[in-house]
DNA sequence: TATTGTTATACTCTATAACTATA
DNA sequence: TATAGTTATAGAGTATAACAATA
């Protein structure tokens, strides 16, 4: 429908790559600084620090999920052993009976003060020490519409699965139950 | 010793939030496109580009490793996977005999190739759709620097490890073996 | 019937430590 | 002794499918 998409041309090239590369080296160093500080992945910090900026410290599940794990039961999981450890706690919501409250606990809070100035100390040091001000500025500039326009997009999958009504006309013409 | 790193302001954390949203997503989609199209995962993908690129289609492990991987036995790991597929071939190298050389198979080529346009479609969908030519420039040029000073940053982990002579001096006391 | 969340399960991936072999 | 790579193994994480319960 749109582009016959040839190939990449040599600026596309290089800045797909700085982006992947770059987001690797960084992630890899805030991973082994959240575990060292704080015994916590990454995924478990995000979850954590997104219920510690919430009113009230709480999120549903689904609320909780989104854009940070891509299936239920790895949520489920995480939630988990955040309960477990004792930095969320887990309750029926008071609205939607079917809904799980999570909610920070001090325990939680603490554990995220203990481990953000290492993770500021650590962007700073791989990713703005290398850029001005103005950078910085640009780069978010740049940033944040590239994050609205990839959430608008259709999700090409992860989602479309509990699609009932497909009984006729998919590709698998075959006996797959369910 | 150097910055107190108090927190972020709020542009760096919008930058940095972008950073890692934008990339999830996107990483995210090609896994699954490169999934479908070629059963490949990511690290699989970028071993299998490296070696395409590479004068002779090939490299040994060290070199195969660097960036893409963070231990040796997961290269180990992925080069069995690889092998296994017929997608490369593993040799001892010729010049150094510990080595072993890593050689991307006629097979391999094809996986490339038939992975390749859907790969370089997600990119255009997802990323350079949203931005201007200039912005693709910038973005690149802003990149690419982070990425060189990341590299150069000492690994604060990941490799002092077999670092034999420290028995007095280090952090832990005691006796941990190895 | 659709949605929210959990459970069971299988699989992929990663990393540490111990080991072999060559430089 | 240091380096290149492999192996064994254990653990963390993810996803699919089946399920229970509420809307």
Redesign the interface.
């Known amino acids: 429908m749109s582009?016959p998409?040839?190939?990449?041309d040599p600026?596309?090239l290089?800045?797909?790559f700085?982006?992947?590369?770059?987001?690797?080296?960084?992630?890899?160093?805030v991973e082994?600084q959240l575990k060292e500080a704080g015994d916590l992945s990454y995924v478990q910090f995000q979850l954590l620090a997104r219920l510690g900026d919430a009113p009230g410290g709480s999120h549903n599940m689904t609320e909780l999920a989104d854009?940070v794990v891509?299936s239920r039961s790895g949520l489920t999981y995480q939630a988990g052993l955040l309960e477990k450890a004792g930095l969320v706690t887990r309750a029926p919501s008071a609205d939607d009976e079917r809904g799980t409250t999570v909610t920070i606990t001090d325990a939680g809070r603490s554990r995220l003060a203990a481990v953000f100035?290492g993770h500021?100390?650590v962007?700073?040091?791989?990713?703005?020490?290398?850029?001005s001000r103005d950078?910085?500025?640009?780069?978010?500039g740049?940033?944040?519409?590239?994050?609205?326009?990839?959430?608008a997009?259709p999700p090409?999958?992860?989602s479309r699965r509990r699609t009932k009504g497909s009984t006729a006309g998919g590709l698998a013409g075959g006996g797959h139950r369910d």
């Open positions: 582009s998409t040839p190939a990449l600026v596309e290089a800045a797909y700085s982006l992947i590369e770059a987001t690797s080296l960084l992630r890899h160093t082994l854009g891509y100035p500021i100390e962007l700073h040091r791989m990713l703005f020490d290398a850029l950078d910085i500025l640009t780069l978010e740049l940033l944040t519409p590239v994050v609205q326009h990839m959430r997009m090409r999958s992860a």
